[in-house]
């Protein structure tokens, strides 16, 4: 039962070679097995087993599986699961149950998911490391020394470590494509607006989106499937046609033509992943792809600005963590000033302060000109570059991140360091891109590396039928921690 | 010094829609126990996201188009970010620099000193938000109903174009009237579903420069921003005549036990809001058909109206204000008239074609209509707490009523109590009439054996009246009435009575 896909599972439960109970008790002990990963934050094992049985049950009366009935996988505890608890790695949320289901969860439930349990994650998602969570740092599957990336680390972790067959993550300047490299497994972020938000917990809710990570591209793309497609109850998901985006992955990919983006080729990027890369992208040349060099210039401002962005709609979004009618509040407070001011200094990490404090500022008056203003002008600028671009290539070839994964405590207490580590995902978010991250490689000392492709607004087909003609060509989706 | 009082309005308008501004909660929470008109999403729940309410985007540009503003045809929500426990999000989703309509335009009638008198009124905006919960203070403690939280707002800020504390009253109260008339409100200022700031500078006649300003709060109905706008102006006065006006600009809140505005701790001018484009939101774009769609669909605004009942009916200023004042009084009012206009052409004692019949009569009939309803009916409504559309009355009846006045079919006590048993019955006034045996008696046979009866059983009378008394004749019409229950026509009882007595 190790490693299996959705194909896998549906195929090994219709034979009966498992039973649905056994798979999910299977994922439950590995779990606990290896509760010093603290890729989970909480579990849900009485739910997850009842809805086994209904399956086992279903599949006694011979009836045909659909969807993704049977298939074990958990959430990142940034999205809400009605009746779970929701904490986004936060000690302000520490006890806060979720009245509802997120959109994406009502739609992964519906498909029939089971919902193992809720993965860590950085604090409100403000991490590329895993290590704001409030609840203690994910240890890398492939190295426990190693950080899993963040902010969705506990689902790249769980998936990495195969405990389910796929996590749902969140993207906002890397969040699911980052992890998912440092992991080794596969991590889609769709355009803006491609899958509602409706229920995840908005850390910069101009470029957030939820995104699957799983051991196959196949699955991403099935996952995906069923998780697009436009929401009552997000103004911001906004209608497309809804495509198959299974029926092109075996799509041959020859004649396509792929760009190599300067900018994300030259200094800063480790050599060793770099080399490793490079072969990626001979690979697509043996697969007949046409690889041409691209400039984009003012993609190095895109860090700048998502470091505007960001923590400005960051101050205004944790605005509602009061104190007042749901999460922590301080029980020494002695009035109004002092419930908002002490149960947010103790109820926020020190990283979710600092995004607060730089999101303030540069919409104060008075600022607010020098920085959110010009900072969503240069975001125009950086929009259109690609714009152009993706008018000469069908997609970009670049690093997922300029390293593999790196120590824990290497880089927290240097925050410009760790913000640099999203330097190669965060022009996607600021750009309106989709973009997936694919295992291309592992480094001498056994640890995986990404290749990052990226497409211009609504091609996630074209992206996936790329990174799964990629998959097919070579081994390093089947290796494992 | 000769001093100029420059005054500006801040409205807020709470729209009827059915649901609230950015979720499916009913807006009817004002009447329900507190807390139970609440959800995920106007409570401020983690992962919530707002949807823009068509209906409150309908009520809110129609009324800006009401005032005579322009729709833009994009307009953006923006967030406006404090903290405060009414406000569950840290931020209220309002409009800044894009509103939904901008550059109004409405003219004020009114009587000042017996004259009638107009004035342009510039609006500025008119944007879409939504309301913030109510706050109950007590002693040791404040409780919180959410239920308000997220009801659609429409706020209107007028140009500093009023000149005095009574402009501003009249303005407010043509707004009132508006809103009601467009049913985008029910725009009740005791209720707080219409709410007003007000602010005030002076500055030496003939100077155009501003000066710094005050602002009013807490004024909950016409009579408090009238009120605390003239205290206003007073105390600033003294301050000019003083020497100097006020130096900064503030905010104060009105008293209405003590009748005085005192200056509030100004978190306010202080506050920095971070307004920033709300990006849960995409822009809302209108098109400039739907708008032209809502114009068309405005119908008749109270002032037009109003002008027309004066051309049309001959009505006087205040008293065409009276009847357009409520929409349902101007509706009833004029299909009165319009029953009654057809009701006349059939009269036997009429002749000509029906624009004769309508300019030798009409003025009449419609004098006869308004008076009832104005005295009489407006009584009955008064008395039973009942506005005209929850009375029995209808149009109908009472035009047929009206006719049976004007024809001196029934007399005036047989008409109220006829009119008072249409309130409690809904009947049909002919049917009552007859029923109740009220019809006017006028045949000259009956009336005059009752006059001589009279005459006879009051012999002393009779003799007072001979000798000079003439006024007695009041005495013997009444003893006739009472003996006619109320029936016989008192204007043939009093020929009678004067031919016999001065026969004798």
């Known amino acids: ?481 | 010094m000769q001093l100029e009082t420059i005054i500006g309005l801040e409205i807020h308008i709470q729209l009827s829609t059915a649901s609230k501004m950015f979720c499916s909660c009913s807006n009817a929470g004002e009447d329900l126990p507190v807390n139970t008109t609440v959800c995920p999403i106007c409570l401020g729940h983690p992962g919530t996201l707002p949807t823009i309410n068509h209906q409150a985007v309908e009520l809110g540009a129609k009324l800006a188009l009401a005032l005579g503003c322009k729709i833009q045809l994009v307009s953006e929500f923006a967030r406006k970010n404090y903290f405060y426990p009414d406000l569950p999000k840290g931020y209220q989703i309002s409009q800044f620099d894009k509103p939904l309509a901008k550059n109004g335009q409405v003219e004020i009638v009114w009587l000042s000193d017996k004259q009638i008198v107009s004035k342009q009124v510039g609006i500025e905006r008119l944007h879409l938000e939504e309301d913030a919960a109510k706050n109950f203070h007590f002693q040791d403690k404040t409780l919180v109903d959410y239920n308000r939280g997220g009801t659609p707002l429409a706020e209107i800020v007028t140009q500093p174009d009023f000149r005095s504390a009574e402009e501003a009253r009249v303005f407010l109260q043509e707004l009132q009237k508006v809103a009601r008339y467009l049913e985008v409100s029910q725009a009740d200022m005791e209720k707080g579903h219409l709410r007003c700031d007000a602010n005030i500078s002076l500055r030496p006649l003939g100077e155009v420069r501003l000066y710094p300003k005050t602002e009013i709060k807490n004024l909950n109905s016409f009579k408090a921003v009238e009120k605390a706008l003239k205290y206003e102006q007073i105390r600033q006065t003294e301050l000019w005549q003083g020497g100097q006006g006020p130096k900064f600009s503030s905010t104060r809140g009105w008293s209405e036990a003590k009748g005085e505005t005192t200056e509030q701790r100004d978190k306010e001018e202080s506050a920095d809001y971070r307004y920033f484009p709300e990006p849960d939101l995409p822009p809302l774009v209108l098109s400039e058909d739907q708008v032209e769609e809502w114009q068309a669909r405005l119908g008749e605004l109270p002032q037009a109206r109003s002008k027309r009942f004066m051309a049309e009916y001959g009505l006087g200023f205040a008293e065409s204000k009276i009847v357009t004042d409520d929409k349902m009084v101007a509706e009833f009012f004029e299909q009165a008239v319009s029953e009654g206009r057809e009701w006349l052409t059939t009269l036997e004692s009429v002749t000509g074609s029906k624009e004769e019949i309508w300019r030798n009569n009409g003025r009449k009939l419609v004098k006869l209509i308004y008076d009832w309803l104005v005295s009489e009916v407006f009584k009955h409504l008064n008395a039973a707490g009942l506005s005209l559309s929850e009375s029995k009355l209808t149009p109908e009846n009472f035009a047929e009523f009206v006719a049976l006045v004007y024809e001196g079919k029934i007399n005036s006590s047989a008409a109220q109590i006829i009119l008072q048993e249409m309130f409690t019955t809904g009947e049909d006034p002919a049917w009552i009439m007859k029923d109740k045996d009220l019809g006017m008696v006028d045949n000259l046979a009956d009336l005059a054996d009752l006059v001589v009866g009279i005459i006879q059983t009051n012999p002393e009378q009779v003799s007072q009246y001979q000798s000079g008394k003439t006024n007695l004749i009041k005495y013997f019409v009444g003893l006739a009435m009472k003996e006619s229950n109320g029936k016989a026509n008192p204007e043939i009882l009093t020929k009678l009575f004067t031919d016999h007595l001065s026969s004798k």
């Open chain 1, 1 to 481: 039962m190790e490693w299996l896909t959705i194909k896998q599972v549906q195929n090994g439960l219709q034979n009966k070679d498992f039973s649905c109970t056994e798979l999910t008790n299977f994922y439950l002990q590995k779990i606990d097995q290896q509760k010093n990963l603290n890729a989970f934050v909480s579990t849900a094992p009485a739910s997850a087993l009842a809805q086994a049985r209904s399956v086992d049950e279903k599949i006694s009366r011979r009836e045909i599986l659909s969807g993704l009935e049977g298939t074990p996988g958990s959430i990142k505890d940034l999205i809400l699961v009605k009746g779970l608890r929701a904490t986004a790695g936060s000690k302000i949320l520490e006890n806060y149950q979720a009245a509802y289901d997120a959109t994406v969860v009502d739609r992964l439930k519906k498909s029939g998911m089971i919902i193992l349990g809720k993965n860590n994650c950085d604090e409100f998602a403000m991490g590329s490391s895993n290590e704001t969570s409030a609840w203690g740092p994910t240890l890398n599957p492939w190295n426990i020394t190693k950080v899993p990336g963040g902010s969705s680390g506990g689902s790249a972790a769980a998936v990495a470590a195969d405990l389910g067959v796929f996590s749902l993550g969140t993207d906002t300047g890397g969040s699911i494509r980052q992890p998912a490299s440092f992991c080794g497994v596969v991590g889609l972020k769709p355009t803006y607006g491609r899958v509602s938000r409706f229920g995840l917990m908005a850390m910069t809710s101009s470029l957030d989106q939820a995104g699957p990570l799983t051991r196959s591209v196949e699955d991403a793309a099935i996952i995906f499937q069923v998780i697009s497609g436009t929401d009552d109850y997000d103004a911001t998901c906004v209608s497309r046609d809804h495509e198959d985006y299974s029926a092109n992955l075996a799509k041959p990919i020859k004649g396509l033509r792929l760009g190599l983006p300067k900018e994300y080729w030259q200094t800063g990027l480790n050599a060793e992943v770099k080399t490793i890369l490079e072969q990626a992208v001979n690979k697509y040349r043996e697969l007949g792809a046409e690889i041409v060099e691209v400039d984009l210039p003012h993609t190095a401002y895109a860090l700048a600005v998502y470091y505007i962005i960001m923590p400005a709609e960051v101050s205004s979004n944790l605005a509602r963590f009061d104190g007042i009618r749901y999460g922590r509040s301080s029980q020494t407070a002695k009035n109004l000033w002092e419930v908002y001011a002490q149960s947010r200094a103790e109820g926020f990490g020190s990283e979710a302060k600092r995004r607060i404090m730089m999101g303030t500022y540069v919409l104060s008056a008075g600022y607010q000109n020098q920085y959110y203003l010009q900072a969503r002008k240069v975001q125009k600028v950086i929009e259109q570059e690609y714009a152009e671009v993706f008018k000469k290539v069908d997609a970009l070839l670049t690093p997922t991140s300029p390293t593999s994964a790196f120590g824990l405590g290497e880089k927290v207490n240097d925050p410009l360091t760790m913000y640099l580590s999203d330097i190669y995902t965060v022009s996607a978010n600021i750009a309106g891109l989709c973009g997936i991250s694919i295992p291309a490689g592992l480094t001498a000392g056994r640890l995986p590396v990404g290749l990052q492709i990226l497409g211009a607004p609504w091609t996630e087909s074209k992206i996936l039928n790329l990174a799964y003609q990629f998959e097919q060509a070579t081994i390093h989706h089947s290796q494992h921690p």
